[in-house]
C-alpha cells in the first residue's frame, strides 16, 4: 500500500471516529433529557455539520428517529430537500425507515458506530425492521394491498398523476 | 361464500373505497398547491380521519412523503407515538420509508390505490427505492458501512445504551 493511500485511509478513519464520537455523545446527552438513545449528524462536502436526536416519545413523532432528525435540520438550514455528496454519521445501525430517508436525500454514504446487536442488549429489537422487507409479501406483520377504484367512483385511481403531468409550474423530484 | 361474509366484504370495500378517494382527492388538490400528486390518510379504530399530503419540495423535507405526514399529523393529534389499529390508506404504492414508517407506528395494514408502475408513467420511478432491501450490500447505490470506535475514544460505541440502560425514568417503546 503506498503512503498517499495510508494517508488517505487513516484522515478517513479519523474524520470517521470525529463525527461518530459527536454522534454517540449527542445520544447519550439526549437520554438524560427524555430521548431514546440515539445521535447523528450530517457532514456535507464544503464541512457544515447538522444534528439529530431521537425525538420518538418526547414529540410523539414515530418517525423522528435522530438519522430523519438530522437529514430534516440539515434541508430545513440549508433550504434543500438533496443532501447529494454528504456523510450520514450515525450513533447506531439505522434501520429501514431512515435508510431510505437517506436514500431519497441523496446521501452520498452512511457510517454507524454501534450495530443491531448493540442495540437488541440494550432492549431495541428491531429484527421485524430489518427483515421486513426480505419476508415474503404474504407472510408479512403488517398487510399491504392494493384496492382498484371502481370505474365508477368520484375520482380515478391515476387521477393526481394526470394533474401532476399537465401542471408546467411543478418541480420535479 | 354466506351471506355475513359476502356483506362484510362489501361493507369493507365500501370503507376503503371511500378513505382511498379521500387518499386521491388531497392528491390531486395538492398538486394544485406546490406539492406532490400523493395523499393519504390515517384511519383509527373509533372512526377518526388524519390526513397528509407530499410537501417533500414545499417543506425542503426529503422525508415529508404523504403517508409520513399523515402518521405524524395523526400522532400529533393523538399525543401518541403508537397507532396499533390504525389503517392507512394512500394514493400510491408506498415506498420503503413509508412503509417501515407505518411499521414503527404500529399501523394495522395499509390500503392504496395506483401502483409503482401508475407512477412510474408520471415519472416517479422509484424501483431503485423498491430494490435496495433486495440488493445485495456490497452492491447497493448509497454504502453503509461500520465502524467501530478505538478503545482510545472519547465516547464508546455502546455509551448511550449504558446510559439509557441505567435510566430509571426511560419510557420503553
Sequence with gaps: MDV?????FQMSTTTDEH???Q????????????G?????????PDGSVFEGVNRVTANNDPTAHAEVMAIREACRSLGTFDL?????????????MCLSGALWARVKHVVYAA???????????????????STPLEERS?????CRLSPSAEIGDCAPFEAWSALAARVDY
Design 19 to 21: 463525527y461518530l464520537a
Design 84 to 96: 447529494s455528496g454528504c456523510v450520514l454519521y450515525t450513533s447506531c445501525e439505522p434501520c429501514p
Design 115 to 133: 450495530d443491531r446487536h448493540d442495540a437488541a442488549r440494550a432492549g431495541f429489537d428491531d429484527a421485524v425492521f430489518y427483515e421486513y422487507f
Design 36 to 44: 431514546g438513545p440515539f445521535g447523528a449528524v450530517i457532514l456535507t
Design 142 to 146: 403488517m398487510p399491504v394491498r392494493q
Design 4 to 8: 498517499a493511500l495510508v494517508r488517505e
Design 23 to 34: 454522534a454517540l455523545s449527542l445520544a447519550a446527552a439526549n437520554v438524560e433529557n427524555a
